[in-house]
Each structure stands twice: as structure tokens, then as C-alpha cells.
């Protein structure tokens, strides 16, 4: 089904309706080219000219690098703020005047050296190479699989952020990582000899999740959910069950992704932050989000239940329950985008309201663990792995037990 929507917004209200659906995706479909004047000029004006609609720069030497100025990055969990940075790129590089009369950059390179700069902007330059080899398989796996099914309108195969895979250049200090990588030149984890999605998330939180989280199925794959630890069967949890999710958040139990040494080196404050973290809305506030971020308007929130929870905890659906009506949400995505501003970090949470002398709520806290979907490889427990000086291959069978690594080129 398609729709002549304004935004991803409208659209995704407009999909909340379709009850016979249990999850849309959303696809952007370019209804107008862009057009225009390019003004090209040196810093001193002694080069100036014009050109129609875009230009395309090729380097003699691919090995060396260029650097684009100011670039705007948006901020680590904040989908709406932006930093600015000076980033470097190898290979070609086209710019064109996108739909929006805004300048818009589409960058050719080699899948290798793409890995390289996805690795540098997921996770950085600093680790185990043991954690590196981990992403790189992951990644180059990712790649594979989604060729092809992204973006099908645009001049580009993936997008930059975290969308597809985080791309924000290549780093000229980071030769070490084009070194680790090289060593998994090919590398791919399959199934039945269909290379897996191979998911991964910032913190699983303790648990990891599958891929039905937000009420879908991808093509037949499959993960294997587990507790993050070495052994998994010494906690007697059902995290589908609201008493043991309680305990579970609570108890912050001993897993690969709880602590995070300076040997990770993948930003302990950060890490820490995602492993358990708290929220705090007073009741106006969490209206006003939800029906900002929804479209719905419950009236006053006297209780938020969960309906339905995965394995790891996660909520799949929620139900919030309104003076005025009551509202469900569906998908990890949409719940943790309902209760936040910009995205909250994980559904796996319980709610602690306030009341006050009239029994009505004052206020929501939110205690959560985890910081993404939490389907396949934790970043936060690999990197802890890898400081323990397990293996890149203990690694993915870790949290891909149901796929092999296979060498494909």
C-alpha cells in the first residue's frame, strides 16, 4: 500500500489503524528528483563556477583521503540533535541537489573499506581485535543480506545511519582495524546456506531477543535467544512472566554486559548507563509525549500495562489506559518512540507511578535495562567477551549458535 504522506510521522499514524496488520514497515519513495544551481568555490575566490543539478569527484589515488567539513552527525540516542564533525572519506564522491534543495552526498567505495568505516563508527577505533574480527563478520553479514532491500528508489544502496549501518568515513589513524579486518576477508555467517541478518544492538541488557520482537517475521530467520553469560541455565526466570521481569531489572544479575572494564574500552559511562537506567516523566509530560509521538490522546494516564512482553523482556504490546480512552501500541520500536522524546533506550522496562492523596498518578518512572532491540550480538557483552580473551569465533557462536561462519570470497 502506498500514500502521498507529508512524513514518516503521518504515515506511521495512518498504519496504526490498520488493525488487520500487526507491523508495517516504512518505505520513502522519491516522488521528485531535485534540481538546481551548484556554486563551486575556493576559499580565496580564484576558482568559482556553476553547476546543473550535481558533480561527481574522482580521486586519482583511492588510497588517499579528503575531508568534508562541519559535518552534521546526530547525536547517540537523540534522534533529533545533531553534532558537528570533520570527517574523512576514501573513494568517490557525488553530490547532488536531493528532493529538499538541500545538498546531498552519495559516497562509491569498496565493501571492504566500508566495513572499515562502519566498524570506526559503531564502536570505534580502540578494542580487542577479537571484538573488531566479531563486527566485522556481523557487519559484512548485514550487508549481504540487506543488498538490495533497502532504499529502492534512492541512487544509493544504504544510508549512513542506523537505519542500515552507521557510516561516518574512515578515520586515516585507524590502519590497525583495516589490518583486523582483512583477516576476515569473506567471512559470512549462514544458515542452510542463506546468509543471516545478523542483527546486533548496543546492550542486550542481560537477555537477548529474536527477531519477532516487533511483531514480524523476516523471511524465515531465526535467532538464538539466551541469557549474556557463560552459563545461562543458573537463572530460573521466565522474563515473560511481570514478577520475574521485576526481579530481573531489579537484581541486575551477573552477565557479560552488566560491568564494563577499562579492557572494553567501549565507552564504560555510556555502557554502564545502558545496562540499567531509569526515566523519570511527571503524568502531563508522558500526555503530552504520547500524543506528540502517537497522534492519541488517552485524556489523563491512570495505568500503563504491558500485554505482552518477548523473551528478553522486551514489551511487544503495551496498553495505556485514559480517561479519555484507552490506547495500545504495538513493536519495540514504536513503544520505546511512544514514551520518549527522542527514542527510549530499550521495551524492556517496568513502571513506577506516584500517586497522589486522590489515588490519581503524579508521575511515571521508568527503570529499564538495555539500549536497542537486543536481537543477536550484544556490542557491550562481545566487548566484554573479547577482554576475556575469547575467540571471535566463541564469540558469534555465543550469539549465533544456529549459524555457521562460512568463507564465501
Not at 123 to 146: D, L, P, T, W, Y
Not at 369 to 395: F, P
Request: aromatic share 10%; charged share 25%.
Amino acid at each position: 500500500m502506498a500514500g502521498p504522506f507529508g512524513s514518516e510521522k503521518e504515515a506511521r499514524y495512518y498504519c496504526k489503524n490498520l488493525d488487520q496488520l500487526n507491523h508495517c514497515n516504512i518505505h520513502r519513495k522519491l516522488e521528485k528528483s531535485g534540481s538546481g544551481i551548484i556554486e563551486i568555490f575556493d576559499l580565496d575566490n580564484d576558482y568559482y563556477a556553476e553547476v546543473r543539478d550535481g558533480l561527481k569527484f574522482i580521486p586519482d589515488n583511492f588510497n588517499e583521503y579528503y575531508e568534508l567539513k562541519h559535518f552534521e552527525l546526530p547525536l547517540c540516542g537523540e534522534i533529533d540533535k545533531v553534532v558537528r564533525e570533520d570527517l574523512f572519506y576514501q573513494g568517490s564522491l557525488q553530490i547532488k541537489i536531493d528532493e529538499n534543495r538541500a545538498l546531498a552526498g552519495v559516497n562509491q567505495i569498496p565493501l571492504e573499506l566500508y566495513l572499515k568505516g562502519v566498524i570506526v563508527s559503531e564502536i570505534g577505533e580502540h578494542h580487542s581485535g577479537e571484538f573488531i574480527k566479531s563486527m566485522a563478520v556481523v557487519a559484512r553479514s548485514q550487508v549481504f543480506a540487506n543488498y538490495g532491500q533497502k532504499h529502492f528508489d534512492e541512487p544509493y544502496d544504504f544510508c549512513s545511519s542506523g537505519h542500515c549501518l552507521r557510516y561516518y568515513g574512515i578515520k586515516s589513524e585507524s590502519s590497525a582495524i583495516a589490518e583486523i579486518i582483512s583477516q576476515t576477508s569473506g567471512l559470512l555467517l549462514q544458515n542452510d546456506n542463506k546468509v543471516n541478518l545478523a542483527l546486533f544492538s548496543y546492550s542486550c541488557g542481560g537477555h537477548t531477543d529474536s527477531y519477532d520482537i516487533n511483531n514480524m517475521s523476516l523471511n524465515g530467520q531465526n535467532t538464538m535467544v539466551k541469557f549474556d553469560c557463560c552459563e545461562p541455565n543458573k537463572f530460573n526466570l521466565n522474563l515473560q512472566n511481570e514478577e520475574d521481569v521485576e526481579t530481573w531489572i531489579i537484581q541486575q544479575p551477573d552477565v557479560y554486559c552488566r560491568e564494563v572494564t577499562k579492557a572494553t574500552i567501549i565507552d564504560p559511562k555510556l555502557a554502564n548507563n545502558s545496562f540499567r537506567w531509569e526515566i523519570f516523566y511527571t503524568r502531563i509530560e508522558l500526555e503530552k509525549i504520547l500524543k506528540e509521538k502517537t497522534g492519541e490522546d488517552p485524556g489523563i494516564i491512570y495505568e500503563i500495562i504491558p500485554l505482552s512482553r518477548g523473551v528478553s523482556g522486551r514489551c511487544k504490546e503495551i496498553e495505556i489506559l485514559g480517561s479519555l480512552k484507552n490506547v495500545r501500541i504495538s513493536g519495540e520500536r514504536n513503544i520505546r518512540s511512544a514514551f520518549s522524546d527522542s527514542l527510549l533506550q530499550s521495551s524492556c522496562f517496568i513502571v513506577k507511578p506516584e500517586l497522589g492523596e486522590d489515588g490519581m498518578p503524579l508521575s511515571f518512572k521508568f527503570i529499564g535495562a538495555g539500549n536497542g532491540h537486543g536481537i543477536g550480538l550484544c556490542k557491550v557483552g562481545a566487548a566484554k567477551m573479547a577482554s576475556e580473551n575469547y575467540s571471535m569465533e566463541s564469540i558469534l557462536a555465543h550469539y549465533f549458535q544456529e549459524s555457521q561462519i562460512q568463507k564465501r570470497y
